[in-house]
């Protein structure tokens, strides 16, 4: 499949076109808004137990404080990938990024929650433009498979530089001036997507022929096995990934009492291989299948799963969930990029939008059960073990703080019985995680089965 390089549009409407310069501003503005809104969500996890503390939250309100994020993104997608492809990348692009910048504002200067869950769901809208817009016009702004690759390569880096800025700089922020100061990092990067865009005419551009053939119906997506395959192997491992950066600096500070400044740092062992990961293997996938590696990724966070676990049940030392954090990351920077390559480049060029919609659709799937599937558990868990021992059944809110890490309304003579619950759900969580990293093995061994993505 050859995707158009140059857009004809711009010859045009601006002038000559600089295919090197076009190409180069979409790649640089489609990677910064990635990581910038990679960044919001481990910013906001690493945070979340200062917001806790300032607005007295539960675990089920400290979980839509991310929802209301992921939520709106989920919901536009869809359509404003079908308008991208019919209207062209570049405006809706530009837009996403405003958007973005105006509702981390509102988030940044929230008194309480409600005002704080609108802001975030602001945000989500214009990162919802800037997902749907993004991959595709970098898709289609690259010629060549093994350019195309590579590019990939380097957003699925990106996503991974803003998960590790997200959360190395959130805790030193949080430090320094608070959670508010935390969920303003990625303005300034949204900030400088904004810029090259508008500094590159040419820059998410696509031809005409491309839009205006843009007829095929959202349905046909379906019958592509090799794109739903691609969908449903991203959900699975970003539910596990996702969840990591929500469960281990949790588990860190409530059950190690760790401050937020340390966690931010030992954090780092789970983002740093997500860094290199994508790239390199951009450039394995020439000697070995692609879905080879994906079923190598998988098994490499299980590995990871199961050191964490061993760390978190006591059996061995604590730096065995150093170790499995490491194992997650290069697992998890494996399939980050590969899976949207795989994905993107099964589907036509003119449902290039559609197609990125929709896969990130299910994207952001995996974000919202990373907090409900762990979340459940953990609930489960705790109202198993405390229930029995007061007679009665202890009420949600009660539940969910001690789910939180928050022990303080607590009776005091079950305390120990519920901080020793809140560990034991935790462990649980992970072998729900691991249960889910062995289907993404097996459903990785379906795709494996498809023929080779052409390259």
């Known amino acids: 499949?050859?995707?158009?390089?140059?857009?004809?549009?711009?010859?045009?409407?601006?002038?000559?076109?600089?295919?090197?310069?076009?190409?180069?501003a979409t790649l640089l503005a489609v990677c910064a808004t990635t990581g910038g809104i990679a960044m919001t969500i481990t910013s906001a996890s690493?945070?979340?137990?200062?917001?806790?503390?300032?607005?007295?939250?539960?675990i089920t309100q400290l979980q839509w404080v991310l929802n209301s994020f992921i939520v709106s993104i989920a919901v536009l997608l869809l359509p404003f990938g079908a308008w991208s492809d019919r209207i062209?990348?570049?405006?809706?692009?530009?837009?996403?990024?405003a958007v973005f910048v105006a509702g981390a504002i509102a988030a940044v200067l929230a008194r309480d929650v409600v005002v704080l869950m609108a802001g975030r769901v602001i945000q989500g809208v214009g990162a919802a433009l800037s997902i749907a817009t993004g991959p595709a016009a970098l898709a289609l702004a690259f010629p060549h498979e093994a350019h195309r690759r590579r590019a990939f390569g380097y957003l699925g880096s990106s996503g991974g530089v803003g998960l590790a800025l997200g959360a190395l700089l959130a805790g030193v922020a949080a430090q320094w001036a608070g959670w508010r100061a935390a969920l303003a990092l990625p303005v300034p990067v949204m900030l400088t997507a904004l810029v090259v865009v508008l500094r590159s005419p040419t820059a998410m551009r696509a031809p005409p022929r491309v839009r205006l053939g843009a007829n095929e119906p959202a349905t046909s997506l379906l019958s592509n096995r090799q794109f739903v395959l691609s969908c449903l192997i991203c959900v699975l491992f970003t539910t596990v990934w996702v969840a990591l950066f929500i469960y281990a600096p949790l588990h860190m500070q409530t059950v190690d009492g760790l401050d937020a400044g340390t966690t931010g740092t030992l954090m780092l062992a789970l983002l740093l291989p997500a860094l290199a990961m994508p790239v390199a293997v951009s450039r394995l996938v020439r000697v070995l299948p692609p879905a080879a590696v994906i079923v190598a990724g998988f098994?490499?966070?299980?590995?990871g799963l199961a050191c964490m676990d061993l760390a978190w049940s006591g059996a061995t030392s604590r730096s065995w969930e150093i170790v499995g954090l490491g194992l997650c990351g290069c697992g998890a920077g494996a399939l980050y990029g590969l899976v949207d390559y795989i994905g993107l480049s099964s589907v036509p060029p003119e449902q290039a939008g559609l197609a990125s919609g929709a896969f990130n659709v299910v994207r952001l799937v995996g974000d919202i059960l990373a907090a409900i599937v762990p979340g459940t558990v953990v609930l489960q868990v705790v109202a198993g073990t405390l229930d029995p021992l007061v007679g009665v059944s202890i009420g949600s809110d009660v539940l969910n703080e001690i789910a939180a890490g928050d022990l303080r309304n607590v009776e005091p003579h079950l305390i120990t019985q519920a901080r020793a619950?809140?560990?034991?759900?935790?462990?649980?969580?992970l072998w729900a995680l691991l249960a889910l990293t062995a289907l993404g093995v097996a459903v990785s061994v379906r795709l494996r089965a498809l023929e080779p993505v052409r390259r």
Do not use: K, Y
């Not at 601006?14 to 076009?22: H, L, M």
């Not at 690493?46 to 539960?58: R, T």
């Not at 098994?299 to 590995?303: N, P, R, T």
């Not at 619950?421 to 969580?429: P, Y």
């Open 1 to 24: 499949m050859t995707f158009p390089a140059c857009p004809e549009t711009a010859v045009e409407a601006d002038g000559d076109c600089d295919p090197v310069r076009a190409t180069s």
């Open 46 to 58: 690493i945070a979340l137990a200062d917001v806790q503390g300032e607005l007295q939250l539960g």
């Open 88 to 97: 062209g990348q570049r405006p809706l692009f530009l837009w996403g990024a």
């Open 299 to 303: 098994l490499i966070i299980a590995l």
């Open 421 to 429: 619950a809140l560990v034991s759900g935790m462990e649980r969580a």
